[in-house]
């Protein structure tokens, strides 16, 4: 049951949740226009203290094709956030004005501290570089639309892995499924958190690390690229360095498997080469698609609407 329950990391869901909004998302795709009023009367509220065009503008759009509204704001400073209002009081607030809260922190922990001081279902829409489950649910009904299983799977996961939330939801999203195997492939400087690694170990899931993308790259069956992200370092010099570790192009895909599925949360910087936009099996742009379609799911199932 997910109606008025909060979505804060992907492993609040169990696996029968997430199948219930894979359906529901699948239902959508199938037919869309049955869905453009289920949402008459609800309000949305995006609260986004940290820069979004993905994640705000497919929850904006989500909910106006469930026939709802939206209101919110894209900055701190154009919130009381700017003349010191606490976190705690805004989120208070917004609760009195909408039906469910979609946030982005640039804190991490700053949903799990709010969904205390909610009366509405909160989303986390990403805090800082700890989880952003929204991506994964997109990613995963990606993976679902393209491979059609999530389970027997070797996923490459290639860049920013140290900071990168939409890599740490991810990886506990599929680790929840069996025989799928990760190969990390990132700089010494940008590895996967230790953490990451004690959960898989505990759970007897094979992963390798590696810098070189070429010698795994005929392994992976999906291949999810990350940006390295400019925000998160604390110095500038450290970022030039790392910046271009990994670009992918069409040379670099000529190992491939032929049904490789390359994904990537955008935005890139210059991770993918624009020629390998055409090839087949690039679908990150499919994935911006059903990122749209998987919050309309979420957004039913919260709120439980039939
Ligand atoms: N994938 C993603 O979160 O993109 P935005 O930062 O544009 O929302």
Same mark, same amino acid.
């Given at each position: 049951?997910?109606?008025?329950?909060?979505?804060?990391?992907i492993?609040?869901?169990?696996?029968?949740?997430? !199948?219930? %909004?894979?359906? *529901?998302?699948? /239902?959508? =795709?199938?037919?869309? &226009? $049955?869905?453009? #009023?289920?949402?008459?009367?609800?309000?949305?509220?995006?609260l986004?203290?940290?820069?979004?065009?993905?994640?705000?503008?497919?929850?904006? !759009?989500? %909910?106006?094709? *469930?026939?709802? /509204?939206? =209101?919110?704001?894209? &900055? $701190?400073a154009s #919130?009381?956030?700017?003349?010191?209002?606490?976190?705690?009081?805004?989120?208070?607030?917004?609760s009195?004005?909408?039906?469910?809260?979609a946030?982005?922190?640039?804190?991490?922990?700053?949903?799990?501290?709010?969904?205390?001081?909610?009366?509405?279902?909160?989303?986390?829409?990403?805090?800082g570089?700890?989880?952003?489950p929204?991506?994964?649910?997109?990613?995963?009904?990606?993976?679902?639309?393209?491979k059609?299983?999530?389970?027997?799977?070797?996923?490459?996961?290639?860049?920013?892995?140290?900071?990168?939330?939409?890599?740490?939801?991810?990886?506990k999203?599929?680790?929840?499924?069996?025989?799928?195997?990760?190969v990390?492939?990132?700089?010494?400087?940008?590895?996967?958190?230790?953490y990451?690694?004690?959960?898989?170990?505990?759970?007897?899931?094979?992963f390798?690390?590696?810098?070189?993308?070429?010698?795994?790259?005929?392994?992976?069956?999906?291949?999810?690229?990350?940006?390295?992200?400019?925000?998160?370092?604390?110095?500038?010099?450290d970022?030039?360095?790392?910046?271009?570790?990994?670009?992918?192009?069409?040379?670099?895909?000529?190992?491939?498997?032929?049904?490789?599925?390359i994904?990537?949360?955008?935005?890139?910087?210059?991770?993918?080469?624009?020629?390998?936009?055409?090839?087949?099996?690039?679908?990150?742009?499919?994935?911006?698609?059903?990122?749209?379609?998987?919050?309309?799911a979420?957004?039913?199932?919260?709120l439980?609407?039939?």
């Amino acid at each position: 049951m997910l109606s008025g329950r909060d979505l804060i990391e992907i492993n609040d869901f169990s696996k029968e949740d997430i !199948s219930e %909004i894979m359906d *529901l998302a699948q /239902d959508i =795709i199938k037919s869309p &226009e $049955s869905f453009s #009023s289920c949402c008459t009367g609800k309000i949305l509220g995006t609260l986004f203290f940290e820069p979004s065009t993905r994640t705000r503008l497919s929850f904006e !759009s989500a %909910i106006h094709r *469930l026939g709802g /509204d939206c =209101i919110g704001f894209s &900055e $701190s400073a154009s #919130s009381s956030t700017a003349k010191g209002e606490s976190l705690a009081d805004t989120v208070k607030t917004i609760s009195n004005y909408v039906d469910i809260i979609a946030m982005r922190h640039p804190k991490e922990g700053s949903a799990t501290l709010s969904k205390d001081f909610t009366t509405v279902p909160l989303i986390n829409a990403g805090d800082g570089g700890h989880q952003h489950p929204t991506q994964t649910l997109t990613d995963l009904l990606t993976i679902m639309q393209t491979k059609g299983t999530f389970e027997n799977l070797t996923i490459g996961l290639c860049g920013d892995l140290k900071f990168g939330r939409t890599v740490h939801s991810l990886v506990k999203a599929m680790s929840m499924y069996p025989n799928n195997k990760f190969v990390f492939i990132s700089p010494e400087e940008l590895k996967i958190p230790e953490y990451i690694k004690i959960n898989l170990r505990s759970k007897n899931i094979e992963f390798v690390e590696t810098e070189k993308l070429s010698s795994v790259m005929g392994e992976l069956d999906i291949l999810y690229m990350t940006r390295v992200q400019r925000e998160r370092f604390f110095n500038e010099e450290d970022y030039i360095r790392l910046k271009d570790s990994y670009i992918l192009t069409l040379e670099k895909l000529e190992d491939a498997k032929k049904d490789l599925a390359i994904l990537h949360p955008l935005p890139r910087v210059n991770e993918i080469a624009v020629e390998v936009d055409s090839d087949p099996r690039a679908v990150y742009f499919k994935q911006v698609k059903y990122g749209v379609i998987v919050r309309m799911a979420l957004i039913l199932k919260l709120l439980g609407v039939k």
